[in-house]
């Protein structure tokens, strides 16, 4: 009998999936553990291998098109047999699958981040387009992931074109399509606040090079601004639960622990993997909990609960010369800390005397809604008392 292939649940708050790519037509055999097509979850994009072998006898959706978790998107089976004309609900429970250690995953398939061609929703369009082979075109991306500059650099046309100014329509698909939405829903929702305060990070950066060879020696890895910066926000929300919070439908949610949401940003847009507990981890642990879920988001390899349940958010920069901005609130959490780069600025001594101190912008947006400035502006003031004098993180 013929198989269903369904839309997985991939996060705890995943209600529809929108596909993004197709790798098998109707009529093509299909092998387990081959990827079938892609996902876009509300946070990720994720290749969705088949369960069972055959000949793929029917989809049901086309690219772009959403689907609601557990719904049929395709039938795999038998040369000839008969499958639906339009799309069902499976009743496939959880029960009646094989145990597995992705509980998030409640359809018969799996996740597949590193087999096959790798490449972007917008650089297979555009492959379609100009009937290229991915295969034959060397990714730049992490593990030879193929983006659309990739294969503009391969497109015939390109090369042949030298004064011709070639348009080339980027579609809003894939993880720009999400972070569009996310976005937009995000302004035109919350009534946003920026509050900004400026740190002398004089004393932060005499810390951490003390801590440089203690932590390195312990973890292999290099503490950075980030670490020390999240173990001082997470000591300030214990004053400030309001701000530990998300704004859900029935009120406000504050949380007894910090599930810390780090933006990272990749090539094709950013993901905010979240560091569950962040309040009860060392300085050491932080380090090597911070250094894996960036790396995990730059090679694709988050799972749906690593992206889920965060109760604040920080959004750094890192390197470069933007010393403030206004970062857009990653609802339903009820505020987001964006960090500027490090800058040097004069500063006014006990003495009378300038001298050029390296300094930084925080810059909290937050839902007006749920708290108000005066509360907001007293975290901001603890949080800059904790990094001026970060000694007290130790303790």
Request: glycine share 6%; hydrophobic share 40%.
């Amino acid at each position: 009998m013929a198989h269903e292939v369904l839309m997985p649940k991939l996060s705890s708050t995943m209600a529809e999936g929108s596909i993004t790519q197709w790798f098998k037509a109707e009529g093509d055999p299909v092998e387990v553990g081959e990827a079938i097509f892609e996902v876009m979850t509300d946070k990720i994009a994720i290749e969705v291998e088949a369960y069972e072998e055959g000949i793929l006898l029917k989809r049901y959706y086309e690219i772009d098109q959403s689907a609601p978790i557990n719904s049929v998107v395709a039938y795999i089976g038998e040369f000839g047999e008969e499958v639906p004309e339009v799309p069902e609900i499976s009743h496939t429970t959880e029960s009646d699958l094989p145990e597995r250690e992705d509980k998030v995953v409640t359809s018969p398939v799996v996740i597949s981040v590193g087999k096959g061609i790798r490449a972007t929703p917008a650089a297979r369009k555009l492959a379609r387009e100009k009937g290229l082979d991915l295969s034959q075109i060397i990714g730049s991306g992490t593990n030879g992931r193929i983006h659309l500059s990739d294969v503009q650099a391969g497109s015939p046309a390109n090369k042949e074109a030298v004064t011709f100014n070639e348009e080339v329509v980027i579609p809003w698909g894939g993880m720009r399509r999400v972070i569009a939405d996310r976005m937009t829903a995000s302004k035109n929702n919350l009534p946003h606040v920026t509050m900004d305060a400026h740190v002398d990070l004089t004393e932060v950066v005499r810390l951490r090079q003390q801590l440089l060879p203690i932590i390195e020696e312990q973890t292999s890895q290099r503490v950075s601004y980030t670490e020390i910066l999240i173990k001082a926000v997470t000591i300030a929300l214990k004053q400030f639960p309001r701000l530990n919070a998300r704004a859900m439908a029935d009120g406000i949610h504050e949380f007894s622990h910090v599930n810390m949401g780090l933006a990272v940003s990749l090539e094709d847009g950013l993901v905010v993997p979240v560091i569950k507990n962040a309040d009860l981890l060392r300085l050491s642990e932080l380090t090597t909990a911070v250094k894996q879920a960036a790396a995990k988001a730059r090679n694709g390899q988050l799972t749906g609960d690593q992206l889920a349940d965060g109760t604040f958010t920080i959004s750094s920069l890192g390197p470069g010369v933007v010393r403030q901005f206004n970062p857009v609130i990653n609802a339903p959490e009820v505020a987001i800390l964006g960090v500027s780069s490090i800058y040097e600025a004069p500063y006014q001594t006990a003495s009378g005397g300038l001298e050029m101190r390296s300094c930084l912008t925080l810059s909290l947006s937050f839902d007006h809604r749920a708290i108000d400035g005066a509360p907001v502006a007293a975290f901001l003031s603890v949080l800059v008392e904790l990094l001026e004098c970060p000694y007290k993180l130790l303790v």
